[in-house]
């Protein structure tokens, strides 16, 4: 007699390619993200409805929808694309960047624009997924300074890191999109 039923036999546990593609985006999105999870509270504030974590979810759902290419197995974030900031301010315009081994510089200029106040707050954000090091500039620099320079810290004197810019008005609630200023590799 042949079994086609047994009630008593294990089912297999495989899980489908679908399935698998999802969580390796899932895993990809949240590793990348997870190290900035304070910047993205504050900059998807709006976006998240008050919560952090909703603003999170938010900024976690953009990464998978523009940042993420490739085909399972071999699915990649692309930094480029990652959006640290979201909101209606109007972005700088990235004139230069220099990077020495222990510093950072950026010249910027902003746009003629009624929302653009010169007191707007600029943010650089120096993020090493290879590293696990994450940091932003503790001085402040004004829209209207046009350049900003930001000491490294020693465990980014010798790791490649991203940098990312991104403006905020003086009461922290609205923010600009923020903008991929590159991917520096270490000097020396």
Known sequence: MEFFYDINRPKPKEKSYGKLAVQQRMRLAMAFLNPL???????????????????????????????????YPDQRVVPERVTISTGMLPALRIDDVVHSQQAIEVYFSSVDNPMARSNDEVVLIVYSPEGGVAGRNTHSCSRSEGYIKVELPPQLWAAPFHGYLFVRNATKKQYSKSLYIGYFTPVG
């Open 37 to 71: 999870r304070p910047v993205i509270a504050e900059s998807w504030l709006s976006q998240g409805k008050g919560s952090k974590k909703k603003a999170f979810g938010q900024a976690l759902k953009k990464l998978m929808e523009d940042a993420l290419e490739g085909e």
